[in-house]
Structure formats: C-alpha cells, structure tokens
C-alpha cells in the first residue's frame, strides 16, 4: 500500500457522469483522496455524506475531495444524485487505481482507506481504518484545522 511520504500514483478513470478523472490535473492543491467498498451502502455513505456537509469549507480552503471504488459510473452517478454528492466519484471497475494503491480487498471491491496528498502530490497521511468517522475526523484535523 502506498504510504506517507510516498508520491500519489496518478491515475485516469471516469467520474459518475462518464468524464474522464486525471489526478494530476489537480496538483496545486490539497487532495482528499478516499476509497469505499461500494456506493450507497451504510457505511460508505456516512463517509460521503460526511464529506458533503464539509465540503464548502474544503473549496474554501482549495483542497479537493474525489471518492474511488470499483463501482460502475451509472452506480456513482445514483449515489452522487441520492446524496447530493458535489465531488467527483471514480469508477473504477478496472480496478486499476485500487491496485496502484494497494487497497484492493480480497473480495474484489476497494477497503476503506483514505490518501491526505499535499498540493505536489506527496502523500502527508494515509487512514487505513474500518470507520468512516475516523477518516472524516483526520481529514478535517490535516486540512480544515487552522
């Protein structure tokens, strides 16, 4: 799994709406960069909701939150939609960028695991805990914090 301190593979893949996602295209700024098992599931969407509340204070601080898993767009597009999601989701159904980052579970879907990346793409902190609170918690103490 790619660790603190280490570069943010880049990667590109559609968002929800079938727009192609590169990364790198949003070096510059902080990234929130999570990973969820799958779309509209309890859990999943206690973390997504959780980073819709925040949202307008992380635009206010220029830093990016883009969710991944392994669900297919029309799957990201209803869960953006049922939510009021205002971020990107990736569809990865590749499974490429869970691969790359070394979150891909043995049952095929994404853990929960979230990358804090500096605006150069440096890795600052990685959350690997089954709680979607806590991934919540870290993410507004690294960049929302004064």
């Known amino acids: 799994m790619i660790a603190a301190g280490d570069t943010a593979p880049d990667f590109e893949a559609p968002i929800q709406d079938g727009t192609p996602f590169k990364l790198s295209a949003l ?8 990973f969820y098992p799958k779309a509209d599931t309890p859990g999943c969407t206690v973390e997504a ?32 939609d049922k939510y009021g999601l205002p971020f990107p989701l990736v569809a990865d ?23 804090l990346i500096d605006p150069k793409g440096k890795v600052l902190e990685v959350v690997d805990k089954s709680s979607p609170d806590l991934h919540l918690e870290r993410a507004r103490e690294r960049f929302l914090k004064p």
Request: glycine share 12%; aromatic share 12%.
């Open 49 to 80: 909701k959780g980073f819709r509340d925040q949202y307008s204070e992380y635009r206010g601080k220029k830093v990016h939150v883009v969710g991944v898993s392994v669900d297919d767009c029309p799957d990201q597009k209803k869960f953006t």
């Open 27 to 34: 070096r510059g700024a902080p990234v929130v960069l999570y």
């Open 93 to 115: 159904r590749s499974k490429a960028v869970a691969t790359a980052y070394g979150v891909l579970g043995p049952s095929g879907n994404a853990r929960r695991v979230t990358f």
